[in-house]
């Protein structure tokens, strides 16, 4: 197996093998930040710019660690544009930074499919940090990866996705990713938050959280955005918890060894209780270090492509 | 024509013999060894074992990839594979010596001196080969040498290992 | 000096003649059809091997002048309906200033005339400034020039004030146009909600919006015993209901365009903006559905909601992008390939689709069939010729066709409005 793409625009368009590559250079990459000298020499003198229309502390700042420890010099943007239809800005400002002979950039946009949109106006690389609704491929990637770490597998793995399906693009990249990799997946959430036709994409559907729970080896709880309640897809965010928000008590429908996971940043007391954020069937943490890895090898893997460019 | 330089006899007599060059270079004091991916690997097992046999102790083991300090990772074209480096023990002070089975241009050793660095500061390093075929485009030398084989540059070297090719040992010269 | 179209192989609503025919148009108008006309000084047209089909009619069309002539202005807008084989245009009033006062009317007619290429007719709106608060002067409006009324571009969704506009167009026997979407429901969708929104993440525009307009604005015709005429329709479940209506005389009419009835949604995944169209592009069961609507008669036209846009004001992401697509250009290819091929309709029904019925519709008596005494508006077709949409070949202002790159049936060869030949390939 060659990796032979120059972007990471999300997880659809991975194959298996691909996936699986990544995740297996990840593990070589997680030994690097454990040692005295969190540094290789990998990607000297490339520039990898992150580029960011939405506010991200986690991911921005684990991308901006991951292209550190390669070597690469790193320079963050944050653009504030609190609506999505800035999108004339976007390539207009890409294409401006990229002159400065960038190698990468790494793209949180509002727009779903606006990667796609820079992969085909930018001669860097491209690397989606979550688009939209659409997807977030290295946060998937993340979560496989740590799941792989708990359960030695993927294949056959019960993942219940938790929350706020119809907006999450962590739930889409999960979605596709465990399901390529063989994992089954259900996702849970209020039925105003479950979009239309979502079974299509191979997943089942079940809206009791106790019995999901007690079904699962693993459940990964999604950030609910306060504006959906704004929004009114939800009657309040205290029925919300009360439905869908984890707490020991519920948790303790299912196995003692199925393990809790949540992209971040939790809203403490909504998706999960602070006593289960912290508790010991809580992987958080881990998911944030091995953030770093994943980064690492999808950095390297992306920048060291030299041949025919895949989109 | 391939040329069958060393058969697995031979092989095990050289990892012998180097084990005892090693020893008496410098004891079992500090000692340690590291494998170069991939059949660097292999072969610095067995030196360990070599040296146990001799010794009866049991010397600290390394395994590095250098993947990541390659000169030419620009030049390539698909991106390499990464694999994992495990180096468990603090390698300060310690006497390392890498091991690798072809010694050619040297830059697979720059890269290896260069990534051990980042690891700690040893009280010595340095180098043992199955096979030193020349061609230096570095300023670097082996220590320890299992055989010289005078190659011209556009022959390979092959070296086949039990533990990573799953064939009896050799090692072939065979032209490009 | 008239004009003569020698060895015309006419195909009207009702049939394709079987021998080729003169046609001798005169003053506008076409004066004899028989099997030869000497055409000693008159110009003339030889239609050997063609198809001679009563001009085309578009009742739906975006002309964006005044207001934004960027994208397209009546002069551009004219040439590229002729090119597609339209004699006929109607224009939607979201201009800027919108259709809803004379002044605005003569501005058109006056500006479609100068181009002189087909006939314009402006649709006023049915609200003032289409703010859906109160009706505009329909009767002086009519008096300019305006023969339908609609608030294209949004549904009017004060439903006492469309049931008041219904009865007061039908006092003055004028068309009501109703673009049947329910702002609420869509709640900023920007394609179909379905199984391929959700795979890539867009937001959905349900089926539902448009369908329960369908429904109310049925149901306040039937309530009215008035017309209304439903357009762009999308969906398999608003053919159903337009379907019941008709079958309970209900006076509802319904058009339907060619992207609707030649891509599904699965084409928004590639995120080409000019794919995203207001109804939004359904999935593969509507797509069936709106052919098998147009085939037994459930629609009755076939237009193109022609809506030109700058390239930079639709390169702005999928989500940003405004409505539309243009059509004139591509139309007849599409439904001969698309319709025509296939044999879902034969030519006779595509000419009724395309020309006889909006006539009819709109209330043009002397348009849409090769008949002496008609007007002289003639659009002469070589069905089985084969060509490539390409993005230099559109005349329209703006090129925003998804249809790019897609090998089409059927050309247009020579347009004829009012006597006289307004375009030839």
New interface residues.
Partial sequence: MEWKRKHLLGLEELSKQEIQLILETATSFKEVSFRDIKKVPALRGKTVVTLFFEASTRTRVSFELAAKRLSADTLNIAINTSSTSKGETLLDTAKNIEAMNVDAMVVRHGLSGSPFILAQGLNCSVINAGDGCREHPTQALLDMFTLKEKFGHLEGLKIALVGDILHSRVARSNIWGLTKLGAQVTVCGPATLMPRGIEQMGVGVDYDLKRVLKNSDAVIALRLQKERQEAKFLPSLREYSRLFGINQDKLSEGSSNLIVMHPGPTNRGVELSAEVADGKQSVILEQVTNGVAVRMAVLYLVLGTKEEVVI | MPQKIMDHETIRRVIQRMAHEILEKGGVEGLALIGIRTRGVALAERLKKAIKNIEGIEIPFGVLDITLYRDDLTLVGATPLVRQTKIDFDITDKRIVLVDDVFFSGRTTRAALDALIDFGRPAKIELAVLVDRGHRELPIRADFVGKNIPTSKNQKVKVVLGETDGQQDEVVVEDK | MGLVIKNAIIVNNDKIWDRPQDILCEDGKIVKIVSSINAGGHETVDAKGKKVLPGLIDIHVHLRQPGREDKETIETGSKAAVKGGFTTIMCMPNTNPVIDNPMTVEYIMHEANRVGLCHVYPIGSITKAQKDEELTDMAELKAAGCIAFSDDGKSVLNSRLFRLAMEYAKMLDVLIIEHCQDPLLTSGGVMN????????????D?GIAETVTVGRDIEIARYLDARVHLAHMSLKRSCELIRWAKSQGVKVTAEACPHHFSLTDEACAS?DTSTKVNPPLRAREDVQAIKEAIADGTIDCIVTDHAPHTK?DK???????PFGLIGLETSLGLVIKELVKPEIINLPKMVDKMSTAPAKVIGLKSKGIIKEGFDADITIIDENKEWTVAKEGFVSKSKNSPFIGWKLSGQVECTICNGKVVYKV
Avoid: H, I, Y
Avoid at chain 3, 195 to 204: F, I
């Fill in positions: 909600e379905g199984a391929v929104s959700t795979r890539v993440g867009l937001k959905g349900p995120f930079e390169e702005v992401g999928f989500d940003g992008a």
